[in-house]
């Protein structure tokens, strides 16, 4: 395995507002290193028959992970659709893409 990446877990807290409308705020962000992996192809299917699209795999040291729900490499933040524990020491996040970065995909749009 390699820990070469860098990665944020981040804490969400979802709430009501005023309105009645939920609504989630980050009140926490920590940096980890995760090793990027490929998704399965068990999860793939898996996760579309539940009606999620999982997209990416990050390995986290188990001691590192505390049950956040977004994990952001690279500038693109992904949801964390399933995560579980291999062998006690390694957790597994299986995630599907929360956001793109602005710029991404575009040819000749420079960041400001």
């Not at 490499?73 to 599907?96: D, P, W």
Request: aromatic share 8%; with cysteine.
């Amino acid at each position: 395995m390699l820990w070469r990446d860098a990665a944020y877990l981040i804490e969400i807290t979802a709430e009501p507002d005023a309105d009645g409308y939920v609504t989630e705020t980050e009140t926490g962000r920590r940096s980890v290193y995760v090793d990027v992996q490929s998704v399965k192809r068990s999860e793939f299917y898996a996760a579309k028959q539940s009606g999620a699209n999982i997209i990416q795999t990050f390995l986290v040291r188990s001691v590192d992970y505390s049950d956040e729900k977004r994990i952001e490499h690279k500038g693109t933040a992904y949801r964390v659709e399933r995560a579980y524990t291999k062998g006690g020491e390694i957790t597994e996040l299986n995630c599907s893409l929360e956001s793109v970065p602005a710029n991404a995909g575009r040819r000749g749009v420079r960041e400001r």
